[in-house]
């Protein structure tokens, strides 16, 4: 037919070249906003407001002072830091030289920061005061002697002391702001790294790529509907799965970040009415904070507000009273290993015509996945067949596509172990519905199991959160001879409210199933990891001894 | 210091895998909004209405049935099709076998369609009624022997006639709704196949892969702030650069697709109207028909309407009246090598304070990088050197980036030519400005060079387009005796508007240096491309009769 071709046309000639192939990476978005919106306004913190322009310099000052002092390609900076200016230039500055950035959790102890020191074989540590006492402790005990730079933060008036010779205004002062940094070599390089919660053994060094930062930080804008120029509140910290990327969406943007040391309600409504904020995130945590400030604390809210919380179901009484507050909640799930959030509870506008309670159910379950994410399913771990979308089979909630993590940093056998099958594996268990979207019915070990039945913890809690005296519930097993397990539930009221064990125990009886019912309803405060997640692990512990 | 290492900790263990590595395509874009859309109304066609969930099991019954016939990886596929539906599904159908889309400019004449169809060598060709007659052309001066599929609109009600044996609808009828399709192998591969216009010699075929494809798609979302669900009218042609890749931008927000398959004013009004029309793309003169359809045509439109432009700057007069209606127009800009616009207008919001004048000259640039694009800057295309950005020193547009073709189809030469020093040489000449934005100082072929200064038509056009008669208006060179060159001008005037020659050579002095007048004024229609783009090497030829 045509001129014979020993190979097909579309195989010659059309290799990469630098002109139509760059690696994918977050660090151009910020080179962009910087360029085109060099005077717009990137960082506010407290009475400090720095321009794109600034952001960008900076952080190009950062890169070359860090290179000065010999870090480089694949190694690892940490840095223990509130969500400040030198937190988001971290962001940038760090990965413009190839190297690792690897935030750390403020609210570890000593010895977990020591051994995550050690295990990331940090070669920098940036420190702000605030947490100098306790790593401090942490470098007596950890191997690894990093260059140590402080960083004194205006926003923090408490006390504090310096570790090393370094100040982190002085080193950006030795920087050059027109510092030429380069892309990374591979779109698969490292980009940050980020330690599990790790509530049972060591954490696990989660490694993120310049591609699947890249990806995550455009995903969130898209499945955000995020517009040029949003004004975003940090509330959600960001050492936190790197703020789940946003440190990087707001740059695809040119947004302004707000940033905040701590989560107090009177200062996030008052930084809303300021600075004009249309976005923030964060656990469930944030939203109680927000909606039990005293009156005198809370201010009408300008416009609507987008909300983007994770980490557990909100409760239908929350999400009613969020909204009636002006906040509009949308609800992510995803994991350390899948960069943050992945996964979206994608609003159908049919829902909208439901009653309250059923728009509840539909935003607690947690979703589709993300564009950016390729494919989300629930599988049989083992036989690694999907459920029935039935919205009753349990299996394992499974995660494929390039927002899923690198693998654990010097563990070959946990990241084999969590690709196993060519899935990422989540511990997650959870329902697929009838339409696709996922809902977690507990962690494999949060389920109850009582006289051969499984009980979600989650559902049980669902209907302690109903009850209007409810502040927060946290459903466990508590061993049981005749049964095997019952649940027990841990509660804390809302302030000024009231509910006796028996009040509680009847309003489950009217909910659930009578053996869903707790046989112990305790109250108590609740403990709380570092990111606002209930610690589970603790309540059974104490369920435990409730049982000798 | 630490547990020593052959090889940096970052280096071992993390390689790619299924769970955490998949090709990026704009394919899985239209899976995941029939997953979690399938009712969502993805396509409007006359009184046709097609959901998502039939929009994907179209796609894949096309893909599987040209499967069946023998088509495959690397294959070409060209489509002679108006904005229907068949052309949407193409999109998708096409490279989900790992075939390459070829989409033909339906406004070609016989002789160049049967070179592209050699060129491309097409296996299989689906082909609208209406565009029987010359593909029966090109097909008897062509040596290949494509597949023939036809296409039968109900939309179209003219005459046409069948070439092959094989109609549209019969073969997605033999097709699997179910099939299972995959991924690239690569998404470096091929994915469509775009002819560049060719005003003199032989069309070049450029080649799009499924990286730069979901790249740019993604891109589009973002540059136009694009939320969930638009409702997107196709006055763009499809077979023009792929539409600027919004076929596939669509399903990233899940938005519907008004096909349309001729621009008319008043059909335009009407779908706006009753479709709810978010955003439409289209050349200058598709503002110029909605803006000069006789009153009983238009109708007030609902909301306001994004308007996405290119191919020339839109002129100041035009500029207010789309606002006026209630039309806000973005400025594009790019090539088809760049996926179509890959350069963005970008507002910034102070340019909001400027007076009419002022801001139409700020619009008139071409812009800054798309997010997608990882660099543009005007250089000396010899030495690479970049000008200066003082808005004057003319060199030439070049990108750099993942949203640049692939290269040139089987002309190595050409590829190799284009991508000299890693750079993308578009051939538009341009100058950057202070800020940053580039602006075009026309082709390097359409400069006028008149006693030895080189003189814009761009701005000659400009300087005509603000006179209130000026419908439309093309500066070309003509040969001159005394001065090498003179700008000559060929003119439309607005329908019942008048003026004459004497008039506008007046206008002209008023708002031009004396060297950059007209010395001639031609009222004329003006020839345009199939694209909408004047015909400048029509008038040149024009233009040299006059001086003879």
């Known amino acids: 037919m045509s001129d014979a071709h020993q190979t097909n ?41 720095r321009s794109y322009a600034e952001f960008y310099a900076r952080s190009r000052r950062l890169a070359s002072a860090l290179a000065a002092h010999g870090i480089g390609r694949n190694d690892t900076v940490s840095a223990m830091l509130a969500n400040t200016p030198a937190m988001l230039e971290c962001h940038y500055g760090v990965p413009m030289i190839g190297a690792v950035l690897n935030t750390l959790n403020t609210r570890l102890d000593a010895k977990i920061l020591a ?35 402080d960083y004194d933060d205006p926003q923090f008036t408490g006390p504090g002391e310096r570790l090393g010779k370094i100040e982190y205004e002085d080193l950006l002062a030795s920087g050059d702001p027109g510092f030429s940094w380069s892309s990374p070599n591979d779109e698969w390089d490292a980009i940050t790294l980020n330690y599990t919660s790790g509530t049972t053994g060591n954490p696990k060094g989660v490694v993120y790529h310049h591609r699947g930062a890249a990806l995550l930080a455009q995903g969130n804008v898209i499945v955000s509907s995020m517009a040029k120029h949003p004004v975003y509140l940090w509330t959600l910290p960001m050492f936190h799965c790197n703020g789940w990327c946003f440190p990087w969406s707001i740059s695809v943007v040119a947004g302004t970040h707000v940033c905040l040391r701590q989560v107090r309600a009177a200062a996030i409504y008052e930084l809303i009415a300021r600075e004009g904020v249309t976005h923030l995130c964060g ?19 300008p416009h609507r507000i987008a909300f983007f919380t994770a980490a557990a179901p909100p409760p239908e009484a929350v999400l009613a009273a969020m909204k009636e507050a002006g906040f509009e909640v949308t609800h992510l799930y995803g994991l350390t290993e899948t960069y943050g959030p992945a996964v979206v509870n994608d609003w159908q506008s049919d829902w909208d015509l439901l009653p309250a309670a059923e728009q509840a159910a539909k935003k607690a379950r947690q979703g589709v996945r993300y564009g950016a994410l390729d494919a989300l399913t629930v599988m049989d771990p083992v036989t690694m067949a999907p459920v029935p979308a039935d919205g009753e089979s349990i299996g394992e909630v499974m995660f494929r596509g390039n927002v899923v993590m690198k693998g654990y940093l010097k563990n070959e056998r946990a990241t084999a172990e969590a690709f196993a099958g060519g899935w990422f594996h989540s511990g997650d268990l959870g329902v697929l519905h009838e339409d696709g979207y996922v809902q977690l019915k507990d962690r494999s070990k949060d389920i109850i199991i009582s006289g051969g039945e499984n009980i979600s913890s989650i559902e049980v809690e669902d209907a302690l959160f109903k009850h209007p005296a409810v502040e927060l519930a946290a459903v466990v097993a508590k061993p049981d001879e005749k049964w095997g397990e019952t649940p027990c539930a841990f509660v804390e009221l809302k302030p000024g409210m009231k509910a006796t064990t028996q009040d509680l125990l009847e309003w489950c009886r009217e909910h659930l199933a009578r053996y869903k019912c707790p046989r112990v309803i305790v109250f108590a405060e609740i403990p709380k990891t570092s990111t606002g997640k209930v610690q589970k692990f603790v309540l059974r512990e104490r369920a435990k001894e409730l049982s000798a």
């Open 9 to 49: 046309p579309y195989e010659i000639g059309l290799a990469k070249n630098a002109a139509n192939f760059q690696p994918l990476t977050p660090l151009t978005f910020l080179e962009r906003a910087a360029a085109v919106f060099p005077r717009h306004t990137a960082i506010v913190h407290g009475g400090l407001r």
């Open 115 to 149: 051994f995550t020191l050690d295990h990331a074989e940090t070669k920098a540590l940036i420190v702000d005061r605030e947490f100098a006492p306790v790593i401090g402790d942490a470098l007596n005990q950890a191997k690894v002697k990093p260059i140590l730079i």
């Open 283 to 301: 656990a469930p945590i944030v939203m109680s904070t927000l909606l039990n400030a005293p009156p005198p604390e809370r201010k009408k809210l």
